[in-house]
């Protein structure tokens, strides 16, 4: 048993290491294995895409950097292709998190049975089946509220020295607040927590939340490592909800 109902709250670094250790409870590398193979194929598939075009395109993100900041392009050039990453590697996050979402829901669930000793509801495939459209229209909530940001933040991204330097710090902060709502809204989710309550609960511990996602967001960064980041960062903040928010918000005990 590594986390249990009625834990003081800790630090991101700390739930994001549960989260690797998590993956070994007994009973749950076949719950596991789907969402694993889901981030694999998609994101190993388009990381592999993105390291072929990169030599085209840091090029012409160099080239839109304004006369006065030639001097500083030693520096820009590492900052432009962390920018492509980020930006690649969130977008496909959000896309093989929707594709897995299902399946997420049902590790974060049989995680919390094991953290808690609670009974988790029908986890067959009929009841799999059932919760599909809603877990769907929870995903389609999430990419509603986070649309509009990114757009406005995407836009920073071709105003000449904004672009370079301001845009990758503040895409780099937001998409950690967004894949700590990503993950977290996992257990929420299963006990029926409204979207808007969700949010607001992880505001009263933004800075561990903060923490928990921008430690997932540099491993999406990261060959190899970032093929296992989705169940890991699922079992993470499942983790999280049992200590910090299950008291409060459980549906099933």
Not at 43 to 71: H, K, N
Request: proline share 7%; with cysteine; net charge positive.
């Amino acid at each position: 048993m590594v986390s249990y109902t009625g834990t003081a709250p800790r630090s991101g670094l700390y739930y994001f290491s549960q989260g690797w250790k998590l993956l070994s409870q007994p009973g749950l590398k076949r719950f596991v294995l789907l969402p694993l193979l889901v981030n694999i194929l998609l994101m190993g598939g388009a990381f592999w895409w993105l390291f072929t075009q990169l030599d085209r395109w840091i090029p012409q993100l160099m080239a839109s950097v304004p006369d006065w900041l030639q001097w500083l392009s030693y520096l820009l050039w590492p900052i432009a292709v962390l920018s492509i990453l980020l930006v690649f590697g969130y977008l496909f996050s959000t896309l093989a998190n929707w594709i897995a979402a299902p399946f997420n829901g049902l590790l974060a669930e049989q995680l919390e049975a094991r953290l808690t000793g609670a009974t988790p509801p029908d986890t067959g495939i009929v009841g799999i089946m059932k919760d599909v459209p809603r877990i769907m229209k929870r995903e389609w909530q999430k990419f509603v509220w986070y649309l509009p940001r990114a757009v406005v933040l995407l836009i920073l991204y071709f105003i000449p020295g904004i672009g370079q330097t301001v845009a990758p710090v503040l895409w780099f902060l937001f998409s950690a607040w967004m894949l700590a709502i990503q993950y977290c809204d996992y257990p929420f989710d299963n006990h029926k927590v409204p979207f808007k309550e969700m949010r607001q609960a992880l505001r009263r511990q933004k800075i561990t939340n903060m923490q928990f996602g921008a430690l997932v967001n540099l491993f999406t960064l990261i060959p190899v490592l970032n093929l296992f980041i989705m169940p890991v960062a699922v079992c993470g903040a499942t983790a999280m909800w049992v200590d910090c928010y299950r008291t409060q918000h459980a549906l099933w005990k």
